[in-house]
């Protein structure tokens, strides 16, 4: 088992520097290439020697983010526990949600700096968009995939609706909601940027487009470095959180690993 | 003293009539067992005496009072152990207590008190994923029984056993049913089961499931391995199996 688990890293991240070393040698040898594609090592140093400006953008990109992914979290919560209760609001609201999801980002982007401003609004609106579709779905999935001789015994017990939300139905449906979040985590960094993107006085997005317009390429290779450091942090909480909530379900999946 | 009394419940599904005329008496501290095929109706009776489905025909009364389509009762335990998997065998336990309003302290200190009569000492803790499957059954039981203490419906509980842990589980039930002072409806299709911890065995028929005959065990108590081999048993069983 503990051999399985260390060799499961080691691949991947042997991997992951052969990549990174091929990248370097290529284009230290040319010129032209390293001008498109900086070699590795400088964007480490570009980072390094950024860092103070980068923070500034990166607190503004994780404030919107995560404000947005909360709410969220909130709004989705609520509509999944209507929709799985209520077949009407189900039945009326899907149809509204997966359309929700059929408008192209970038061309509600610049309607919404419209409407709201320039401002932090219309960024952590973005990323409400993007975000709160994903858990909705996978938390009314759950709710709805109770095992329904589990609701009748506790129906033949006198539970009230609530109590069987909050004994059975919800904590249920928590490993489809984990997964869900895990989703939206990714999406609501990006959300940020993109809404950034689009106009603004500062972020991440932003940051990235002034650079990119200066063609400082190492400048913006750091940014996706940092980008993709948040995704991948963010992500981590979610699995750790998920961990602390649910203890019996690593217990099951040992043992079905044992089995 | 008549703890349960069923009287000439009727159900039919769409248009397969289940359940026809069918009566049953079940008095204080008694073992009553439901003995009949698969898919004979037996699991929708228990539905319809603990208030989740309501009878097209009759009644259920309950120490003489009518509780048709009233949940809260009494309690069933299935086959499937219908334990929560995300919380300890303690918390799932007392959930019954919860659920009738005791504090969650309160709870847990009153369902701890038969864990060791249960079997289930030193588990308190555990999640159902860490029990084997005996004991999985056992501490449905005992949120069976903390539900309803005079009156509990077993739905086939052993069956989902192993032959040698459902032997195990029979002797068990019996021990520790000396102490509880419970009245139990239980159905099986096991004959030797029904009449190894039966007071009384309802044979019922093929769909629609009615009351073929009714049989009293006058099998002396304590019951042990002895009492499977004994005259009187098998006398029963080819009884019943000449009946079916």
Known sequence: ?????????VI?????????????????RSIDLARMLPPPSEILIT????????????????????????????????L??????????????YSILITSQTVPILVIAPLFLMWFGFGYLPKILIVILVCFFPITISLLEGLQSVDKEMLNLLKSMGATRFQCYKLVKLPAAMPNFFAGLKISGTYSIMGAIIGEWVGGKDGLGVYMMRVRHSFAIDKVFATIV???LLSIALIKIIEIAEGKMMPWLQLQKQKNMEE | MKKLEVVGIEKSFGSLHTLKEVSIELKDNEFVSILGPSGSGKSSLFNIISGLSIPDAGSVFIEEQDFTGKTGRVSYMQQKDLLLPWKTILDNVS???????????EARKRAAGYFSSFGLGGFEESYPSQLSGGMRQRAALLRTYLFSNDIMLLDEPFGGLDAITRRKMQQWLLQ????????ILFITHDIDEAIFLSDKIYVFSERPATVKRIFEVELPRPRNNSTLTCEAFTRIKEEILSLL
Request: charged fraction near 15%.
């Open chain 1, 226 to 228: 940092i980008i993709s």
């Open chain 1, 80 to 93: 999944a526990i209507l929709m799985d209760g209520i077949i009407i609001i189900r039945n009326a609201l």
């Open chain 2, 176 to 183: 520790v049913l000396e102490s509880l002072q419970a009245s």
């Open chain 1, 1 to 9: 088992m503990k051999r399985l688990e260390s060799t499961s890293k």
């Open chain 1, 12 to 28: 991947p991240s042997s991997i992951m520097i052969m990549i990174l070393l091929l990248w370097e040698v290529a284009s230290r």
């Open chain 2, 95 to 105: 959930i019954p207590l919860l659920l009738k309003g005791i504090g969650k302290k």
């Open chain 1, 47 to 78: 980072l390094i020697s950024n860092i103070q400006v980068l923070w500034q953008h990166t607190r503004i990109t994780l404030f919107e983010a995560l404000t947005g992914f909360v709410i969220s979290i909130i709004l989705a919560v609520l």
